[in-house]
DNA sequence: CTGTTAGCGCTTTCAT
DNA sequence: ATGAAAGCGCTAACAG
């Protein structure tokens, strides 16, 4: 018997006695075979454990019912439930995902989006590194349907589903506002729209007596951690009462495990307000008062547009933004205290 | 000019006045052309962003250069992190990873399985359901190299990289006898080997005198949140001095949060301890004990052995088996107290 | 160094 | 209802 794997549908034709187009409808489904012979078929098939191969399939022009899906971060819970919510619309579909991760770099995101291309998947979902990316412009010239995600791109021939970054940054310049400390640090990590909207939201709305102090390029749980005897000798935060607006929960809530093992009394030394809302926030060391919006959500709804526009490519694009909510905890609390 | 996407070998052939075979020899960087044909090919094929279409270049007989990975879960943050261990092998080696979850399904653990044999894939990882499952059958009979993880199998023809779970179970067992308490609670969720396996190591050295109780099927975060009301109810754990041994940290960190909420004392009431030592656990509403088994590594190991595998099919099969290690943190310390 | 040509495994008219 | 045959886009001998 041959290897599994080696063995073609012409092979299974001989040993059935047909021709491989016969076989070729039974695998198709295609209605139009005799019952009995049908059958016959199916168990030579069985009987070989055959399995056809996608790549001949998807050369000789049959959809390889699959979508490819780039995200920047698989170690960001905030990435991984975007990815969740696609699966889960996918599976019902009976497409499959093919899920990568940019690591934040221009060049991969390319890299990987030629890949999908030339793998002929029939849709690509990319939350991209930069609304404005050549990988983004790169799957507009290749005609094939996809939607960015976490990004809101000026562009009316691009889909996208994003959060309302600058909505969100003006929740918590609101709360601010309600609630009036007397320094404020913004913590952000990579540079990317989804952040300077949401500073910008913020800043438009923050009373203008503030003036905050901006910390770049925090990343990562331990990022955050690390970064905690920099706020406490530099920035005085245990003797100034101050806001961390961190925006990144990731991020957040590293900063906020430190604190606590440093001793500094949350909230009411130091006040801390996340943006994302993953999972974890709710379970953290001290649960992070944050902006939710939800990221399966954002996954959902970008796939099932995505299978729209596969489905009916010359559809108007849609555009998403997801309203964001104020999720307060206890890292941050309501203060009528003034 | 066609549609990107659409335009073949042929074409760029064609528009540099060559032949398709030394179109294809530049695009395998393959020496034998000449520079000066070269370039101009090169430069014919930037002009149209040509790019090649990887399921004839497969079908055609050179190597995919992809490996397929299939966990458990997605939303379980053991799985991620090696889910990254995995992805930062394949990209030095220029391999990209096709990442699928089977949710706990062993039928679409199967589908999946297929689907990476048919589109080729040079080897597959795989975290399956059950060490047993007909998709690492199937993955044998397919003569792919591919290895498991999470699981040990008995099959010596079956690479496996896994964590040693007896082990890990019996550092749990030695810490209780060290440490005596009035009640144990074994929660576990998704019945699968690796907790079996915990599971006998622990009963295996447990004082005799305990006889826990043992309750199934908790598998999220939430899961965990709503058991605690039937835990303080049903088993008295805020007047029973109890210890808590929860096989999955995410379980662990969704019970600590409601305790800590029910204001339940940990650890002088109720101790916890974990399983995995997922990032997270650090960071929790009370910091995790728990049995550590770096999961990058195995994601890591698995990678390399793979690509191993890859290059040498002849290769006897590896198995690994990852010492873990208790990590105490907050939520069940060393007490000399007896 | 480069071109010709025969497949790779499957789908799909077009006949029968 | 089924078969024959022409591709799908690319690679890999084999010639030259």
């Given at each position: 018997m041959k290897q599994l794997g080696s063995m073609t549908i012409a092979d299974i034709a001989k040993k059935a006695g047909v021709s491989t187009a016969t076989v070729?409808?039974?695998?198709?489904?295609?209605?139009?075979?005799?019952?009995?012979?049908?059958?016959?078929?199916?168990?030579i098939i069985e009987e070989y454990s055959y399995i056809p191969n996608q790549l001949a399939q998807g050369l000789a022009g049959s959809p390889t019912k699959t979508i490819g899906v780039?995200?920047?971060?698989?170690?960001?819970?905030?990435?991984?439930?975007?990815a969740e919510g696609v699966d889960s619309i996918l599976q019902n579909e009976n497409y499959s995902m093919q899920l990568s991760s940019s690591r934040w770099i221009g060049d991969r995101e390319l890299r990987l989006t030629r890949s999908l291309l030339s793998s002929r998947v029939e849709g690509v979902l990319i939350a991209p590194v930069d609304p404005d990316s050549p990988s983004v412009r790169l799957l507009k010239k290749s005609g094939i349907p996809f939607v960015v995600m976490n990004c809101s791109v000026e562009d009316p021939d691009v889909a996208y589903v994003?959060?309302?970054?600058?909505?969100?940054?003006?929740?918590?310049?609101?709360?601010?506002?309600?609630?009036?400390?007397?320094?404020?640090?913004?913590?952000?990590?990579?540079?990317?729209?989804?952040v300077s909207e949401r500073l910008s939201g913020f800043f438009d709305t923050l009373?203008?007596?503030?003036?905050?102090?901006?910390?770049?390029?925090?990343?990562?749980?331990?990022?955050?951690h690390d970064l905690v005897p920099l706020l406490l000798t530099r920035n005085l935060i245990a003797k100034i009462k101050?806001?961390?607006?961190?925006?990144?929960?990731?991020?957040?809530?590293?900063?906020t495990d430190r604190l606590v093992r440093e001793g500094v009394a949350i909230p009411d030394q130091v006040t801390i307000?996340?943006?994302?809302?993953?999972?974890?926030?709710?379970?953290?060391?001290?649960?992070?008062?944050?902006?939710?919006?939800s990221m399966r959500d954002i996954g959902r709804i970008a796939a099932m547009e995505l299978l729209d526009l596969i489905?009916?490519?010359?559809?108007?694009?849609?555009?998403?933004n997801i309203e964001p909510r104020l999720v307060i905890r206890e890292s941050a609390v309501e203060a009528p205290s003034r």
């Open positions: 070729s409808r039974v695998l198709s489904e295609s209605d139009k075979v005799k019952p009995s012979t049908r059958t016959r078929v199916l168990d780039i995200i920047d971060e698989l170690s960001n819970h905030f990435f991984i439930e975007i994003s959060g309302n970054n600058r909505r969100g940054g003006e929740l918590v310049a609101e709360f601010l506002n309600r609630n009036p400390r007397e320094q404020i640090i913004l913590i952000t990590g990579f540079p990317h729209q989804s009373d203008s007596a503030y003036k905050p102090i901006h910390i770049r390029g925090v990343k990562t749980f331990e990022d955050g101050t806001t961390l607006f961190v925006t990144n929960d990731n991020v957040a809530i590293g900063i307000i996340g943006y994302d809302d993953i999972r974890m926030s709710a379970f953290s060391r001290v649960p992070l008062t944050t902006v939710s919006q489905k009916d490519p010359k559809k108007e694009r849609p555009r998403h």
